[in-house]
């Protein structure tokens, strides 16, 4: 999806894996809501062709009937080799149906 072919039905399906109440702390530190989300990734769909994203180091925090929280780094590159790493805490909420939405996500640049 960040590598710039992504198409409108793939933002619908990301944008519905985020609860109504999606907050997400930027390595910046600028807060974003669920519309906040959909605009950034709306507008992701035009990055540079070659764009990848690693997960490593995925861990369990805490974990509950409703929902978990988890920690990882992502390792972000595009297709100029430009690279950054972030340590990210996501809250992610289970309905009683099964399906999972990301709750809050904080993410914090890194080095390796």
């Not at 609860?19 to 390595?27: E, G, L, S």
């Not at 769909?45 to 988890?70: F, H, K, L, N, W």
Request: glycine share 10%; charged share 25%; with cysteine.
């Amino acid at each position: 999806m960040l590598d710039g072919s992504a198409d409108d039905g793939a933002l619908q399906r990301i944008a519905a894996r985020f609860a109504p109440q999606f907050t997400m702390v930027m390595p910046s530190g600028v807060t974003v809501d669920h519309a906040g989300a959909r605009e950034l990734f709306g507008k992701l769909r035009g990055a540079p062709p070659g764009s990848q994203i690693t997960i490593r180091d995925m861990e369990i925090v805490a974990d509950y009937a409703s929902g978990a929280v988890v920690k990882y780094r992502e390792y972000q590159r595009d297709g100029a080799g430009n690279a950054n790493v972030r340590r990210s805490t996501a809250v992610l909420d289970l309905a009683a149906h099964g399906k999972v939405t990301w709750r809050h996500l904080h993410e914090t640049y890194c080095t390796e």
